[in-house]
């Protein structure tokens, strides 16, 4: 597959999936505000709780599905049919097991539920409140282990308009159950039947497209390949299992130390801020099977070309959205659920200084995954973990709600923040790593410098709320994306990425 293939499947991938994400989150959003005036504080609470919970259980954090589509990138780009079907029958088996462990240990949880929720005798059946969470998590590992074939062939855009049509089902069907009957156990129904319906839905699309998948004679793998598949596998696990204790922690320390009251107002922010990364994270993962063709394909110029593309706009895009976040988050936050659930400005700056950090790291992410790194760091999500833990519960008896976002900036910054480039840089793109922070270096004080000027401008708009957010919103939008472009338009990384664009827009003309 050539150059241009791989630029035009990550165009239509991230496109598709920005687009499909972008929906999804508005539908999202409107459940959102619904649920919060329908149901009590005591039930957002709940709901964030228990979806931090039961995330260190989902479908994407266990790490095997990166660990598989790694594997397939190489049978497909060879046309090897045989062998990736040898690779899917072992994906299914694998997946057979991680849900029942999952209902295993998910069910193992109930005896310590008094531990994990402050206040937790005001909640009426909170048990069968979490078995319907639990319920969804291990009907995720249904059937869906076949989207990795579509994914790995550069074909994500389906998955994500299947995952999309479902969500918009979900949200519309939850929003009337809220307002016709404000059920909470059958809003949590209709989410598990969306789950399962865009399960089924992947799973046939996916034998449609290949057929092969049917097929009942499958050559088993070599010891060897499985032996190599096996400890990319257990890398991802570490890998995986660390991100969430790291990003998914926050709520159970906020609410065994401080309260489900913390818990609801963080869970709101939590929405907005994840929703807002999870739109960028899909332009990544648009690319992520394009960058292991590559990896396969092509050499280490090319790699470091690309690599430094995806920084660059990387960079661009979690910048300008952290000075957006900070400057229009508590005011979303007012006019969406009301001033009772807002945070005050120390806890929100870190809170998007911690974006931020998170966002820089996506693109050395999304190469380490693709290029089959993640062994060499496997550690270092564990250890990042444990001091995030750490720290948060220390800092948190001092300084409260601040505390624990506080605690989750210093571990990422001793451990994710340096590890993570050094993998990456030592075993492929092997280049001294001194670039890559100075890089990091001069897209932050741009960010610094670009985010100061905006806030000075936007605290000087007076008026209401909203036409305080109006004001602010315009400022955010002209003024960093004019100091990013005056700054950048001459490097390297800008005119890289306007020949792959104009590239793009040619032949897509030329089709036409």
């Not at 193992?108 to 909170?126: C, N, Q, R, T, W």
């Not at 991802?236 to 309260?259: E, P, Q």
Request: proline share 1%.
């Amino acid at each position: 597959m050539n150059e241009k293939s791989r630029t035009e499947h990550s165009v239509q991938n991230t496109t598709t999936a920005m687009v499909a994400k972008i929906f999804a989150l508005l539908t999202g959003f409107i459940t959102r505000v619904v649920f919060t005036h329908c149901l009590s504080q005591t039930y957002v609470g709940i709901n964030g709780l228990f979806w931090d919970i039961l995330n260190v259980f989902s479908l994407s954090e266990f790490g095997v599905g990166t660990a598989i589509t790694y594997a397939l990138y190489e049978p497909i780009a060879k046309g090897n049919v045989e062998k990736q079907k040898s690779l899917m029958r072992l994906y299914r088996h694998i997946y057979y097991v991680m849900g029942a462990i999952v209902l295993l240990v998910g069910l193992a949880i109930i005896p310590f539920m008094d531990y994990l929720v402050k206040g937790y005798e005001s909640v009426d059946h909170l048990v069968l409140i979490y078995l319907l969470y639990l319920a969804n998590s291990v009907c995720s590992y249904l059937f869906i282990y076949k989207k990795s074939m579509i994914d790995a062939h550069q074909l994500s855009y389906i998955s994500e308009i299947s995952m999309t049509f479902f969500i918009f089902l979900q949200d519309a069907l939850q929003i009337i159950v809220l307002l016709t009957t404000g059920n909470f156990y059958l809003f949590l129904i209709m989410m598990l039947l969306a789950t399962l319906g865009n399960n089924f839905w992947i799973s046939h699309k996916a034998e449609q497209m290949y057929p092969f998948l049917k097929e009942k004679e499958i050559e088993p793998l070599a010891k060897e390949e499985k032996r190599g598949i096996f400890q990319n596998i257990r890398a991802m696990l570490m890998h995986k299992i660390g991100d969430v204790l790291v990003n998914n922690t926050d709520n159970l320390i906020l609410s065994a130390m401080v309260g489900l009251v913390s818990v609801g107002c963080y869970s709101n922010y939590y929405l907005i801020i994840a929703s807002v990364h999870s739109v960028m994270t899909k332009m990544f993962q648009g690319i992520t099977a394009s960058v292991g063709n590559l990896g396969v394909t092509r050499g280490k110029e090319q790699i470091r070309k690309v690599f430094a593309a995806s920084f660059f706009v990387g960079s661009w895009m979690y910048g300008f959205a952290a000075i957006c976040l900070f400057e229009l988050l508590n005011l979303f936050v007012e006019i969406s659920f009301g001033a009772k659930y807002v945070f005050s400005g120390d806890v929100v700056f870190v809170l998007c200084l911690n974006f931020f950090i998170l966002g820089m790291r996506q693109a050395t992410l999304v190469f380490r995954d693709s290029l089959g790194l993640f062994w060499f760091d496997r550690y270092k999500s564990l250890a990042n973990a444990m001091l995030n833990i750490l720290f948060s519960i220390l800092l948190a008896r001092e300084y409260g709600t601040l505390g624990v976002f506080l605690g989750t900036l210093f571990s990422t910054l001793l451990t994710s923040f340096w590890v993570e480039p050094l993998v990456l840089y030592r075993h492929s793109l092997q280049v001294p790593l001194y670039r890559y922070f100075a890089k990091y270096a001069f897209y932050t004080t741009i960010v610094l410098v670009a985010g100061g000027i905006t806030h000075l401008l936007c605290i000087r708009m007076g008026g209401s709320v909203w036409v305080t957010f109006v004001k602010r919103l315009m400022i955010c939008v002209v003024i960093p994306n004019s100091i990013f472009a005056l700054c950048h338009m001459r490097g390297r990384e800008f005119r890289f990425l306007y020949q792959k664009i104009t590239s793009v827009i040619k032949n897509r003309r030329k089709m036409s």
